[in-house]
């Protein structure tokens, strides 16, 4: 008889897993907070591209989100019917020049408050301390600036 563990060990850590799971987690808590607002993360994603470069064309959108062009169409579209955003130069043949209209602006608004909540429940100070650390490193890595 043997008194070996018969299991196998953990597999070596891996940041592509960690990052996998953690993001996982993060985008779960951010999609049940934008639900309420009947906001999606990529459509977020979207209106903060939008919002940050007004005037973009479609195919500048796209290059932003790393999708296609005929899917920013689709989904401006949808953007557009829900009065969220506008093409001030939509006629066929000119370039689009998409932007937010004022309900766009205030539905941004309040989709940054709910991702400040989940960056408090997730990252800040009554959170993991590991994902404090993760946290304050993606951000630091984004900026510039020394993690605290």
């Known amino acids: 008889m043997t008194t070996e563990n018969p299991r196998p060990r953990p597999p070596a850590m891996s940041p592509t ?4 799971t953690l993001s996982r987690r ?3 808590e951010l999609s049940a907070g934008l639900a ?3 906001l999606t993360v990529a459509r977020l994603g979207l209106l903060g591209h939008i919002n940050g470069v007004p005037g973009a064309s ?3 959108l796209a290059r932003m989100s790393g999708t296609s062009v005929q899917s920013v169409h689709t989904a401006v579209k ?3 019917a829900a009065g969220l955003v506008q093409d001030r130069t939509a006629r066929a043949g000119s370039a689009s020049a998409i932007e937010l209209t004022e309900a766009g602006k205030q539905l941004l608004g309040e989709a940054r408050k709910v991702v400040t909540q ?3 429940q997730l ?3 009554a959170a993991d301390p590991i994902q404090r650390r993760v946290g304050a490193a993606i951000v ?4 510039g600036a020394s993690p605290p």
């Open 58 to 60: 479609f195919s500048e």
């Open 26 to 28: 993060v985008e779960a």
């Open 78 to 80: 949808s953007l557009v």
């Open 123 to 125: 990252f800040g100070p």
């Open 17 to 20: 897993i960690l990052v996998i």
């Open 36 to 38: 309420p607002l009947d």
């Open 140 to 143: 630091a890595a984004f900026t």
């Open 118 to 120: 989940v960056d408090t």
